[in-house]
């Protein structure tokens, strides 16, 4: 016995779900988005981490000459610019290209203002790795809770200068 499907153009669309899982999962976890693209198209894979006094970023980036990077740290946003250059060979057509190529310019918003004057940058193995330490004002600070008796001695201090 022989099943029998009938095609029907309603299959063809993304559901609403799906269509909305991929608008979260490219909002949050790309850093396309996190960080934003200006002029070429050359998005660079990054993570970011965040420890108690800072985040590190790091980003793909092979065939990136280091010397001719520019990184800038401003506020909570990083600016890369660089150029990607992939050699070329003599007397051989190219048949496909999967690597991006050329000069690019992306944007990191990080969750919090960094300290620009204290940021290291290292570059090994194709990866860049950057150590942003969170401006003091954006560090998490403990504050003493006083009671009602060390608000009096308190008090008394006061009083007394």
């Known amino acids: 016995m022989a099943i029998r499907s009938v ?4 299959n063809e669309f993304v559901s609403l779900r799906e269509a909305m899982d991929r608008l979260v999962a490219d909002s949050f976890i790309s850093p396309r988005t996190l960080l ?8 660079l894979p990054a993570n970011l981490f965040e420890t ?7 980003v793909s980036m092979p065939g990136v000459d280091p010397e001719k990077l520019q990184v800038t740290v401003r506020g909570d946003t990083v600016s890369l610019k660089g150029e990607r250059l992939v050699p070329t060979f003599e007397n051989a057509q190219q048949i496909w290209s999967g690597i991006p190529t050329g000069s690019f310019e992306q944007l990191f918003t990080l969750p919090a203002a960094v300290e620009s004057g204290e940021a290291q940058a290292a570059y090994e193995h194709g990866l860049l790795t950057l150590r942003l330490p969170k401006a003091q004002h954006a560090r998490s600070h403990n504050v003493k809770v006083m009671s009602g008796k060390d608000q009096k001695v308190l008090e008394s201090a006061g009083a007394s200068k």
Do not use: F, K, L, M
């Open 52 to 58: 108690s006094d800072g985040y590190i970023v790091q």
């Open 36 to 43: 934003g693209t200006i002029g070429n198209t050359i998005n």
């Open 7 to 10: 095609w029907s153009p309603v």
